[in-house]
């Protein structure tokens, strides 16, 4: 059973940085594609980073030149390093496991059970 346990979460003040892990347990994390995603009030849940089992990365609009999606595969954790913090940037951060599975069936999608992040003065 796969299981995502995300922290680093809390109430920072606009410009400062957060740094978010992600532990995963249950599967063979070096086979893995990992994303951070973001939900903020009356917004769609998306994407702030992803990240491939071969380390190529991909970001959000919001998220590119201040944040960085990485990946300590002896850790079998993935981290969003989130710098220049902004108000806007205020959310429920989840993180998301792809398994690879059957062809048929594509990835197997697996989330954590998120953590806050409050950017306020």
């Known amino acids: 059973q796969v299981e995502l346990v995300e922290s680093g979460g809390g109430l920072v003040q606009p410009g400062e940085s957060l740094r978010l892990p992600c532990t995963a347990s249950?599967?063979?994390?070096?086979?893995?594609?990992l994303g951070w995603y973001c939900h903020a009030p009356g917004k769609e849940r998306e994407l702030v980073a992803h990240?491939?089992?071969?380390?190529?990365?991909n970001y959000g609009d919001s998220a590119k030149g201040r944040f960085t999606i990485s990946r300590d595969n002896a850790k079998d954790t993935v981290y969003l390093q989130m710098n220049s913090l902004k108000p806007e940037d205020t959310a429920v951060y989840y993180c998301?496991?792809?398994?690879?599975?059957?062809?048929?069936?594509?990835?197997?999608?697996?989330w954590g059970q998120g953590t806050q992040v409050t950017v306020s003065s």
């Open positions: 249950g599967t063979i994390f070096t086979r893995d594609a």
């Open positions: 998301k496991l792809e398994e690879p599975s059957d062809p048929r069936v594509g990835v197997l999608p697996y």
């Open positions: 990240i491939t089992a071969g380390d190529i990365t």
